[in-house]
């Protein structure tokens, strides 16, 4: 049999709550370990235990990270969904399924793989049966591929740390399982994972916790938040690392840590903490920036620096909470009520998790505004490859801040919303310092901070912070363009979307299209976007949402005459995006 | 009596100054803009006078609110501490924020009944739960000012405003409410008791922890008639007081005090001062929280309001006790301290390599 190499996708089709999340990184971690190019999509539902859940795992030597538009292995385990997981499969697919279901496999043109493995867990642990019995796909699949007993050993190690009964029972499953697979499936797979040199740098993190690390890096003095899927883990990573990267000399720590009532004071704390002069931080979903709005007026317009992580889930309303989308963009843009404008920071890699982790602080003090971070749940919640972390390279900006007499006496005619210097940022001073006092507030203030009503006062104000925040384009993170010299069609994507381009590309490139691509990691964006539009004849705006939230705010924001040269492809159907959707939605508008 | 206080002579007349040796105009602060004769104004000048006798230093305060008439006053005392006039109903959890990265900060904090009762009825429930450092005075009218004059959630069932129909529906108590959450410093007065009310605010501002004090404060313009149960002359006959309150601040020893004839307990405050309660007829035990209910209940089926220091727990941890965080305000931390060396930031990468 001709074999297929690094190059299928196994999908897993359990129940939530039963222990199949270890089996699944088991296999995900092995590969990694063999050096195969792997992701992995958890698909899981809002609920606790007994809702089904399905686990992709994609091995691709030429990187794709997206779900693959088809399945090649089918793992079986779950009654409630059996029928429906059989039924959607292309004929040729390899099904592995638990024997001990008792329910058919009416698939004869597939290559159905059974294995008693409910069973087989009893004569292991009787008690742990249930759990154990996600171990036997494992071997099914090790045999399957080939996977490397090491690998499988590193793996089983990694997942059960420490814990040795759990580490030698389970590996002894997973033997098992292989041996039975090799004497009653014999060598029946296309497909076979094949070493690769995989640089000792490489290892997989989640997006929330990369977030969370450059939160403690950045400096982070205060986190509230109010859980929420698929946020939390990022506030809860935060409180992992504190105590082991935040210890100050006394042993206390350097970052408070309040669970909020609500998001609205989660918000509110955030505001409390900056205005005070320290470095405060919330994360949640959409949901939770709906309650926030209020807030995030007062950020703007009483000019408080501030950071919120939005990991956006699928939307509208409380919509598909365990499910992906970009569906708040707009909402983080423009957030609250009157004129707003917020700068919002778009990661795209687990690296820029990081990175834009700690310069969101730096931002939202240079700018004296709220910041954003732009997550989802695939990139946040999802395991993604990094080579590690790269420390900072600058010191904080801590912004327009007069800390003693001497550097107010510098500032000619200094008040609070005063511009002296020409961007737009005024100097500020901190509570406590008893430097030039002044009560905030969230009505209209002239340039000393006193309440006016006075329009001339308010235009002026206003078209300040416009100026002010206008200013930050060419500041924050550049887009990233991969240019083709001979093309005339341009890509636009944000985000997670990064994870699929590449596969979105090739399938361009093999049906004859060329294109460039633009990945846009800040808005308002910068100066190159608007370059970029202007090289190419046709620009394609990519996105995960219904209503093409990025092509709107460049249609905005754009030039007249640049606009016509905009489509929009915005697809969103909870998953993280499948390639091929997106690259015949390019060419049904380009060939409109 | 009360020493802590010495005078000097300006051009034309003798000055007084507080252990500071500051004037007492360095507490004041803007015109006020709200109904000549507002019971909040009194509130203004008394919190004034507290902060100037307690010599507590004006840039160390922190003045927040929510939105309202009442909120609108920290422009008009202590200009020159920094301030918040934040949005309506969520002045909790800006000073909860504040107060996490600098804890040194006095925070005075000023709500009405609308901005307390009603939309903030949460977060103040919250605050007082984590037992957050701040005084929080309530200036409760029992009508929404600046919407012109309809009910809050405060006003008792019966009470009658100048326009419209009685309220029918039950008030909250928010003393009692907050009894019954382990607020730590409970008390109620009335914005035209300046003696009572200068004292419970100098005990306020001398505790450690949440301190709620509800002003009963009349709204001239829409509910000062004689059928509203917060009008002054309505409070002025029907004001059950506890005890006569009397502050000794810890700089004033209190050997120097003139001991009262009848019978009184003294309450030791976190910074060292006393508040002296001398018993008017039965005795109220602060550290009884069923003594307290009782006496808010019995007092509101009398259709009376009972003012004192309802209740008192000095020994709760506040909301930054618990954390674990290192002595110094976080906001004064030197970038050294914040950002951890580029060595753990290699730690990391390898650790999570050797997986």
């Not at chain 1, 109010?226 to 990267?245: D, F, G, M, R, V």
């Not at chain 2, 206080?5 to 709200?34: A, C, H, P, Q, T």
């Not at chain 2, 009685?166 to 607020?183: K, R, T």
């Amino acid at each position: 049999m001709d074999k297929i190499y690094n190059d299928f996708t196994i999908n897993v089709a359990t129940a939530n709550g039963t222990g199949s999340q270890s089996a699944n990184l088991i296999i995900l971690h092995s590969l990694f370990e063999m050096g195969v190019p792997v992701s992995g999509k958890n698909l899981f539902p809002s609920n606790i235990s007994g809702l089904p859940t399905w686990f992709i795992i994609r091995a691709s030597d030429r990187g794709y990270q997206a779900p693959g538009d088809e399945t090649n292995i089918q793992i079986v385990m779950n009654k409630d969904t059996w029928e429906k997981d059989l039924a959607s499969l292309d004929p040729g697919t390899i099904i592995i399924y638990n024997e001990d279901a008792k329910l058919p496999v009416d698939r004869d043109d597939c290559v159905s793989l059974g294995m008693p493995m409910t069973t087989m867990a009893r004569g292991i642990s009787p008690k742990m049966a249930r759990l154990m019995a996600n171990m036997y796909y494992v071997g099914g699949i090790a045999h399957l591929l080939g996977i490397e007993e090491d690998s499988i050993a590193s793996a089983v190690e990694q997942q059960f740390r420490g814990k040795e009964n759990a580490i030698s029972m389970n590996l002894q499953a997973i033997s098992e399982a292989r041996k039975y697979a090799s004497e009653n499936w014999g060598d029946v797979s296309r497909y076979s994972a094949q070493s690769r040199e995989k640089s000792d740098d490489t290892f997989l993190i989640e997006g929330n916790e990369a977030t969370a690390l450059g939160c403690i890096y950045g400096g982070i003095n205060m986190l509230s938040w109010y859980p929420i899927t698929p946020s939390s883990s990022l506030a809860e990573s935060i409180i992992k690392w504190i105590p082991k990267l935040r210890e100050g000399e006394d042993g206390g720590s350097t970052c408070a840590v309040v669970q909020a009532e609500d998001e609205l004071a989660a918000a509110g704390m955030v505001l409390g903490a900056g205005w005070a002069g320290g470095r405060g931080m919330t994360c949640t979903s959409g949901p939770g920036i709906s309650l926030m709005s209020e807030f995030i007026g007062l950020f703007y317009f009483a000019e408080v620096p501030g950071v919120i992580w939005d990991i956006n889930r699928t939307g509208p309303s409380t919509g598909l909470p365990t499910r992906t989308q970009q569906g708040d963009l707009a909402m983080c843009y423009e957030a609250s009520h009157g004129d707003t404008q917020h700068i919002v920071l778009i990661p795209g890699t687990v690296d820029e998790c990081f990175e834009f982790g700690w310069r969101a602080f730096d931002y939202a003090e240079r700018f004296q505004t709220l910041v954003f971070g732009f997550g989802d749940l695939d990139l946040g919640m999802n395991r993604w490859n990094t080579s590690g972390f790269v420390y900072p390279d600058q010191d904080m900006d801590r912004g327009k801040v007069i800390r003693n007499q001497e550097e107010m006496d510098a500032i000619p005619n200094f008040g609070r919303y005063r511009d002296v210097d020409g961007d737009g940022i005024a100097y500020r001073t901190l509570p406590g310092s008893g430097l030039a006092p002044i009560l905030y507030r969230g009505t209209g203030h002239d340039e000393d901070g006193i309440y006016s009503e006075d329009p001339q006062v308010y235009y002026e104000a206003m078209q300040r912070l416009k100026r002010k925040i206008d200013g930050s384009r060419d500041i924050l993170p550049a887009p990233v363009i991969r240019e083709e010299d001979e093309g005339d069609v341009g890509i636009i994507f944000y985000g997670s979307m990064e994870n699929s381009i590449v596969e979105i590309d090739d399938l361009l490139e093999g049906r004859g299209l060329s294109v460039s691509t633009c990945r846009v990691r800040a808005l308002p964006y910068h100066s190159e976007v608007e370059q970029f539009v202007e090289r190419h004849d046709r620009v394609v705006v990519m996105e995960i949402n219904r209503d093409g939230q990025l092509y709107g705010i460049l249609r905005k924001e754009l030039p007249s005459h640049l606009i016509k040269k905009l489509y929009s492809v915005a697809y969103s159907d909870g998953l993280p995006p499948r390639a091929r959707e997106y690259a015949n939605r390019v060419f049904e508008v380009l060939e409109g | 009596m009360q020493t802590g206080f010495s005078r000097y002579w300006r051009d034309e007349d003798m000055v007084k100054l507080n252990v500071l040796n500051l004037e007492k105009s360095e507490y004041k602060g803007g015109k006020s803009s709200l109904c000549p004769g507002c019971g909040h104004d009194q509130i203004s000048n008394i919190i004034i006078q507290a902060a100037w006798e307690n010599g507590i230093k004006p840039e160390g305060i922190a003045k927040m609110s929510g939105i309202g008439c009442s909120s609108k006053t920290p422009a008009y005392f202590l200009a020159k501490s920094h301030g918040f006039n934040t949005v309506h109903g969520r002045m909790p959890s800006v000073t909860t924020g504040a107060n996490m990265v600098n804890k040194d900060l006095s925070f005075i904090a000023v709500s009405g009944d609308g901005d307390t009762a009603s939309i903030g009825i949460g977060q103040f429930i919250h605050a007082i739960r984590r037992n957050l450092d701040m005084v929080y005075i309530i200036e409760n009218n029992g009508v929404y000012g600046l919407t012109k004059g309809q009910y809050s959630a405060t006003v008792e069932k019966g009470s009658k405003k100048k326009k419209g129909a009685p309220n029918e529906q039950a008030p909250i108590d928010l003393c009692a409410m907050a009894v019954n959450l382990g607020c730590t410093f409970v008390a109620r007065s009335f914005s035209g008791s300046k003696k009572q009310l200068t004292a419970l605010l100098r005990a306020a501002m001398s505790h450690r922890g949440m301190a709620v004090i509800d002003v009963i404060s009349p709204c001239v313009t829409f509910a000062n008639n004689d059928e509203s149960y917060r009008s002054y002359n309505y409070v002025k006959t029907n004001d059950e007081v506890l005890h006569i309150v009397d502050y000794i601040a810890h700089f004033s020893p209190l050997s120097e005090v003139e001991v009262p004839e009848g019978e009184f307990s003294d309450i030791s405050l976190f910074d060292g001062s006393t508040l002296r309660l001398e018993t008017v007829s039965d005795d109220h035990d602060p550290r009884d929280a069923v003594a307290a209910l009782r006496a808010i209940h019995e007092a509101t089926q009398d259709g009376r309001h009972v003012t004192g220091l309802l209740y008192y727990d000095p020994d709760q941890p506040t909301a930054t006790d618990n954390l674990g965080l290192t002595q110094a305000p976080l906001v004064g931390l030197p970038e050294d301290k914040l950002r951890p060396s580029p060595e753990s930031l290699e730690e990391v990468n390898a650790n999570f390599r050797a997986r």
